[in-house]
């Protein structure tokens, strides 16, 4: 169970997160959405533990993962909005560079590296270099990055931002296989393409969660649209 208690944060004493709480279980995909400068970075930033925040909490089962950072970070995966990668090294020699760097030992960095690939459709460009690939591509690199020690909880912001329509309708099965064993936590603006493999919504404006859409029950038509609706403040 991963729990977002209470989270505040501001920048230059101006509030952007004003007391964020919500639950992600095992097997959730949820979607964090708002217009521009609502907060959704910062707010995976601290989930990430890459930013302190003023106030709240991160549990995980529990446990306090903002006390906790490195310990947690080994049950946590993050993917930036834009990801650095090494484009002169192939996947497959920066996939392996990077579980080393996460500590991964070695006897387990060959199936963790393989079971990544697999996962995010990567098994064609092995031995590309990262250099030579895609926007699109260079992003499901970066999402196996994410997912080399099998996270409990995956954080993806703006997941969707510079996919071609291909590599958009792949990504619902690359999403669904990994909420098998992760909750996750993805932002983004692509309403209707979550709307695909996304559990639940939740809007983001003036620094607090004012709406949660659940997809439970519903066709995707009018998932969108209520979605649509609570983005431009319309009725819960």
Known sequence: ??????????????????????????????????????????????????????????????????????????????????????????????????????????????????????????APYLRHPIRSLSAGLKKRVALADAMLLRPRVLLLDDFLSGLDRDLRVSSESIITNIAAFAGVVVTGHEIADMSKWTTRFLVLRDGKITHTVSSAGIDRESLVAKVDAALSGGAQ
């Open 1 to 122: 169970m991963f729990e977002v208690r209470n989270i505040s944060f501001a920048y230059a004493r101006r509030p952007v997160l004003r007391g964020v709480s919500f639950v992600v279980s095992p097997g959730e995909t949820v979607a964090i959405v708002g217009a521009n400068g609502s907060g959704k970075t910062t707010l995976l930033k601290i989930l990430a533990t890459l930013a302190q925040p003023e106030g709240g909490s991160v549990l995980v089962d529990g446990q306090d993962a903002l006390a906790m950072p490195i310990r947690y970070r080994r049950l946590m995966g993050y993917m930036p909005e834009s990801p650095a990668l090494y484009e002169d090294m192939t996947v497959k020699g920066y996939l392996r560079f990077r579980a080393q760097l996460k500590g991964e030992p070695e006897k387990r960095i060959r199936r963790r590296v393989g079971e990544s690939v697999e996962m995010c459709q990567l």
